[in-house]
């Protein structure tokens, strides 16, 4: 697994460059090996490795211009990840049929959020769609942004 991240994070670096953020996947991996079951030394061993990839990759990544040059905007858009429950797209309409997941994802595709949170206009939305004020099932959704 670590060759394989290793790997994985050199190559998008050198392909597309720094800015896309694919180092971030090495820089983490020295803190979660010691969440690992493993002796001291190995882990040791293991953050090391990854520590020096980061700093190798890093100094590529200085002295080199990407291979592919990808817009900051489309770079942009994949800073952000949404983690959610299925309660966030089961929701019932007055009709008694659910929304769709393709449908709360075509939401999230076209939504205009007019200075607002997007996770406030789904919620918002949700709410209206099926009429309800409580849902019945959780709604739970969580947007991580990196870089």
Not at 78 to 98: L, Q
Not at 130 to 139: L, M, P, R, V
Request: proline letters at 2%.
């Amino acid at each position: 697994m670590t060759i394989e991240i290793i790997s994985h994070a050199a190559l998008c670096t050198a392909l597309i460059g720094w800015e896309a953020g694919f180092q971030y996947y090495i820089l983490v991996q020295p803190a979660a090996v010691f969440f690992l079951h493993w002796n001291t030394a190995r882990k040791v061993a293991v953050a090391a490795i990854y520590s020096c990839a980061y700093i190798v990759i890093n100094f590529y990544a200085t002295v080199s211009v990407p291979y592919i040059k990808i817009s900051s905007i489309y770079i942009a858009a994949f800073n952000y990840s949404n983690i959610f429950s299925d309660g966030v797209y089961e929701v019932e309409k007055p009709d008694g049929s659910m929304w769709r997941f393709q449908e709360f994802a075509d939401f999230l595709s076209n939504v205009k959020t007019g200075g607002h949170s997007i996770l406030d206009r789904l919620y918002n939305y949700a709410k209206n769609l099926g009429g309800i004020e409580k849902f019945e099932d959780d709604f739970t959704i969580l947007e991580v942004a990196f870089g």
